[in-house]
């Protein structure tokens, strides 16, 4: 689908960007602050809005709140701009903001929202990334009470954390943690990167883009600065690992349908009843496809 049949040009009788200016405005106070302070877990009055939450009302009222015409939006849900939650929250913006651009390709957007991926087309300078996230605080699996998370935070006392990882290594002998993984921003706060793969952490450190992370359920902002160091918690002599699909034979998979090597592979099932992978970024897939069919 081209960029022109997404946008809408109908009003809908919404006002722009269905929240009211004031719940916009405090919604980008918080922001502000979630950008001075990277890695705090800013609290905000997460408004109602027409859908459950848990299917990304935080990154909805953070986007909308963003959001203004000329800009040129991409939704993408597991990595796919075709999946349920993706194409629903794109058809709400549709109604609800009009001479926004919707687009499928990452290198047009200016705004990039988003469940459970970072693309694989490294994100330029300018560019928003904001993170649907169903829970905020990695310290939650130790400690249950708010109120003692919040000045363990503040304290930066994460030994509790360390203490989880060090008994996954001794039950397993490695890190089980496949997404969530705790995350250090600017050598202080510890974040629940949301629900991105082991092997999009690195892309946070250092990153151009701005990263905003919205949890509407649990009525919080979060957020890492452009060029802000990141660091994925780990032992000295254990190092981080990411997914490596690496095969029986020892070879790295490669997507079935454009062939590349070097993307995050969702594990499929063909008709015949085999395991098939393919890109989890459908429009990286899309593009590596296009430049395998030029050569
Ligand atoms: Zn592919």
Known sequence: MSTETLNSTKNYGYQFGFIDEYAKKEIRRSLLKAVAI????????SREMPMARGFGTGGLQITLSLVGAGDTLKVIDQGSDNSVNAVNIRKFVTQT????NLTKKTVEASIIQTRHR???IPLKKGQILVLQVPYPDPLIVVEANEEK?????GERDYARLWVKLYEDMVKFK?????HRYPTCVNHHYVIDPSPIPRFDVPKLNNSP???????GREKKIYAI??????????FLDIGFRVEDFIDEKGNRRACSRCGSTDSFLDELQHKTGEKIYQCSDSDYCRYAEGKRQKD
């Open 174 to 178: 490695e890190i089980t943690i496949s």
């Open 149 to 153: 998370r919040k000045i363990m935070h």
């Open 225 to 234: 600065p452009p060029y802000t160091q990141t660091a994925p918690l780990t």
């Open 209 to 215: 883009v701005l990263h905003l992370f919205g949890a």
């Open 38 to 45: 990277p890695g705090y877990q800013v609290p905000y009055a």
């Open 97 to 100: 903001c009009p001479g926004v």
């Open 118 to 120: 970072i693309p694989e």
